[in-house]
């Protein structure tokens, strides 16, 4: 199926719900016309109408999100593999460790993948070439990549991951994106890696990847294209699910720093080499839409779904969890009403939904992928892991973020906000400097979902350039800004009151809740309940 086929099956059915979409919103009968632009209401009611009504399996999804568009315009593309030396565990050993130090209640399971190279793109932004240009033709990857390093004016690196739920897209969807914030941040280079996707590769493959990737900047493999970087010139970056895995590999990293003693610690094998621990931190982590809570149990996951295309989280409004285990929680126990009851969801926007049946997450189409073998809860981990600090990092109490790096964080008015805020305000209150800007009215990654406006524009160039000005080493100060829809007026935002009267105490409780509530109905349908 050519691509323009694919574009009309799935728009032509479209067409009468655009033209509804249209009038009501030139005639302001629409709650959000106020906020959006035209473009902004087309696009977001096609998309939502797309995931109501997808009957793909999740094989057909990551086919459908790994097709390559190929290699055009503004860009440099090197593909790489990240090698690694044989015989050589301890990285895997490193992180099993982390993973069972760092466990909530003991009772978590993870499946002990196995360690292998890397694959990745270097992306970087072209000069002056059209939107049209094509690659050099006739060179192999070292002499694309010395072009691509004699186009560089910055000697940073950003380690960019990519978003898609955890199992869909990889480098190649985000090649426009990562050679424009590679231009804003002083034309440096991007690595953007291919970790690998869940349901196939759960938790904690693609966290072992990114540390293979962070380590192999660090300490290349003889085999690399790249010379060695330093720390302070690496900025993890990512959208969404990405987002997720730059948090998580930060915790990561801060975990190593609190076990080890600087002085005292041990080596790590990696590449031939004995790196002393602890690791080294970047020198900033940005993110725009991270996913941090995969038990997508905020108040912002209703609240805000009138302006977002997101399906509405796995949560139930009435059931209550049938297990007698305690929550592990001092205010908050299985037998807590859900947290749930009395959010709404505004009555004139048409909504995705899903019916959540753990073991069939994001839709009941079952392939070869999924549901998987043995049976597992969720796609990207076993169910009793929804609360892990490296699964959801919106767990982590503030403790826990003294001595970051300097963070980014850039969300819309969407279903995820509540998350991102009460990290930026966590990471704050500890002495992070932290610099957060929400856009008003904005759906999930609206930066990259809704082209050629201004306030995608401004979304993409805020993230470049503080990406910039931490690959420069400048003095960052904490900041919050809120971007009023349409006019792009910006205000003040005190981070201590990024999510108002909801607090952290209120949160932790809630993830565990839904945590809970997820694992009973799993082992009831196992067990044919």
């Known amino acids: 199926m050519t691509d323009f086929s694919a574009a009309a099956r799935l728009l032509l059915p479209r067409v009468p719900l655009m033209l509804k979409t249209g009038v009501s919103h030139v005639l302001s009968l629409s709650e959000e016309s106020s906020k959006w632009d035209l473009k902004t209401a087309l696009l977001i009611a096609t998309v939502r109408s797309i995931m109501a009504q997808s009957t793909s399996s999740v094989t057909q999804q990551q086919r459908f999100s790994l097709r390559d568009p190929g290699v055009k315009g503004p860009m440099w593309v090197v593909p790489t593999t990240l090698g690694l030396d044989d015989n050589e565990d301890d990285i895997r050993q490193l992180l099993f460790r982390a993973v069972e130090d760092m466990n909530e209640t003991g009772l978590e399971r993870y499946e002990k993948c196995i360690l292998k190279p890397v694959e990745a793109e270097w992306q970087a932004h072209r000069k002056g070439v059209s939107q049209t240009a094509q690659p050099p033709p006739n060179v192999n990857n070292e002499q694309m990549f010395a072009k691509m390093c ?124 004995d790196i002393p621990l602890p690791l080294p931190l970047p020198a900033g982590v940005a993110t725009n839409a991270a996913w941090s809570d995969f038990t997508r149990s905020s108040p912002s996951n209703f609240t805000n779904a009138h302006y977002d ?21 001092a205010t908050a126990s299985v037998s807590t009403p859900s947290p749930w009851s009395g959010y709404k969801v505004s009555s004139s926007t048409v909504l995705p939904q899903r019916n959540h049946r753990p073991g069939q997450s994001l839709n009941p189409y079952p392939c070869d992928a999924w549901p998987a073998t043995p049976p597992r809860a969720e796609l990207y981990c076993e169910g009793e892991s929804l609360c892990h600090p490296l699964v959801s990092p919106l767990i982590v109490p503030a403790e826990h973020w003294r001595g970051a790096c300097p963070l980014f964080f850039e969300c819309g008015e969407e279903e995820l906000a509540d998350e991102v805020r009460a990290l930026a305000r966590r990471a704050a209150s500890v002495g992070v400097p932290v610099r957060w800007i929400g856009f008003e009215a904005m759906p999930h990654c609206f930066a990259m979902m809704i082209q050629g406006t201004e306030t995608s524009a401004k979304g993409i160039r805020e993230w470049g350039e503080w990406i910039g000005k931490a690959l420069e080493g400048r003095k960052l100060d904490s900041t919050g800004t809120w971007v009023r829809a349409k006019t792009l007026t910006e205000e003040s935002a005190e981070l201590e009151k990024l999510t108002g009267e909801l607090t952290d105490e209120e949160i932790f409780a809630r993830m565990r809740w839904e945590r809970q509530r997820r694992c009973d109905v799993f082992r009831a349908l196992v067990n044919g309940e």
């Open 309 to 329: 295309y997101l399906p509405l989280p796995a949560v139930s409004l009435t059931a209550t969890p049938a297990s007698s285990a305690p929550i592990t929680s």
């Open 150 to 273: 004699d186009d560089l004016e910055s000697d940073g690196t950003i380690l960019y991951f990519h978003g898609g739920a955890h199992y869909l897209m990889d480098p190649s969807s985000h090649r426009p994106l990562a050679a424009r914030l590679c231009e804003i941040a002083g034309c440096c280079r991007a690595l953007s890696i291919r970790y690998r996707l869940s349901p196939q590769n759960p938790f904690p493959a693609a966290i072992l990847d990114s540390l293979v990737a962070y380590l192999s900047l660090l300490y290349p493999h003889t085999s690399s294209l790249h010379q060695a970087s330093d720390a302070s010139k690496i900025v993890f970056a990512g959208d969404s699910a990405g987002g997720n895995i730059s948090m998580a590999l930060l915790q990561l990293l801060l975990h190593l720093r609190r076990k080890f003693d600087p002085q005292k610690g041990p080596t790590l094998r990696f590449n031939g080499r």
